[in-house]
């Protein structure tokens, strides 16, 4: 089966969300999920659902990478989760070119994005580390600030309704360890109470 999945950032670009479930449509998509909502946002629920439904030999397709992913490692996670279920992804506007993760040279072109995702990951970690040093010395290191309610509701929501923590975290784009602590935190809040665990 061929899915689409359409999204703009808020509710006020309805135009550009036609467009894109009309190109999806022209495509060959037999279903198209589709909603309004920063790629930043915690919660992309309709991403969700159709991360869920797609199966063995489905196709997911979507107009550009940012209609989808948050950056380039978000997509690379994506498309391994896309992978895992034996389904493909393919990209209509790739930088020009049409990448369908089933095909070897799509394969090598996620490969090489794999590598500069890397690169910059390294390179953010290592001007972040440099910078806690410099506001440290400071005096000025505060520390990590406390995770926002949206994020936990959004952990917590996605656990009680059967979601594992790994699967949990890849679609947040949060590390497993984030979703285990917040569970333990919640636990421990809900045992002191008396309430139920969720």
Known sequence: M????ARTST???????????????DYGCERV???????KSTARPELANVLDYIRDGDVLVVTKPDRLARSTADLLDIVRGIEAKNASLV??????????TSNPTSKMML????AVAEFERDLMLERQREGIAQAKSAGK???RPPMADEQRDAILTMLDNGTSPTE???????SRATVYRIEAVHKRRCEGSGLQKH
């Open 2 to 5: 061929i899915i689409g999945y």
């Open 11 to 25: 509710t006020d670009q309805t135009h550009g969300l036609a467009a894109q479930q009309t190109t999806l449509s």
């Open 33 to 39: 999920f589709s909603e309004q909502v920063s790629a």
């Open 91 to 100: 990209i209509l506007s790739m930088g020009g070119q049409v990448l369908d």
């Open 111 to 114: 490969t090489m994005l794999a």
């Open 141 to 143: 290191y505060q520390g």
């Open 168 to 174: 949990t975290a890849r679609k947040l784009g949060i």
